[in-house]
């Protein structure tokens, strides 16, 4: 199974940007496609954003224009470059990734970012 780390969360206020970072340990056709989720308190989880290795993109509608999401295929690494961050961005946000969409096989532990008013 593909392990997934995440890094970059913390905390900030609104307003400003963070990078998250997730690197796995293999390149496979299980990291095909690599995403995003989140969990904010007492909410389910949502998806974010995926993008597939060739870069093909898909955004959760409510992120577009504020969060850009992208891979660098030679370091195995996803990226997550939130701007404008809100209060309501607060969560814990996941790295997942899998062979094709809707499949996904590995999960990372999750980092947390928390927006302040």
């Known amino acids: 199974q593909v392990q997934l780390v995440e890094s970059g969360g913390g905390l900030v206020q609104a307003g400003d940007s963070l990078r998250l970072s997730c690197v796995a340990s293999?390149?496979?056709?299980?990291?095909?496609?690599m995403g995003w989720f989140r969990r904010a308190p007492g909410k389910e989880q949502e998806f974010v954003a995926s993008?597939?290795?060739?870069?093909?993109?898909t955004y959760e509608e409510a992120m577009k224009g504020r969060f850009t999401i992208s891979r660098d295929n030679a370091k195995n690494t996803l990226y997550l470059q939130m701007n404008s961050l809100k209060p309501e961005d607060t969560a814990v946000y996941y790295c997942?990734?899998?062979?094709?969409?809707?499949?996904?096989?590995?999960w990372g532990q999750g980092t947390q970012v928390t927006v302040s008013s």
């Open positions: 997942a990734a899998g062979p094709s969409p809707g499949s996904w096989s590995s």
């Open positions: 993008i597939s290795r060739s870069g093909g993109n």
């Open positions: 293999e390149s496979s056709p299980n990291t095909y496609l």
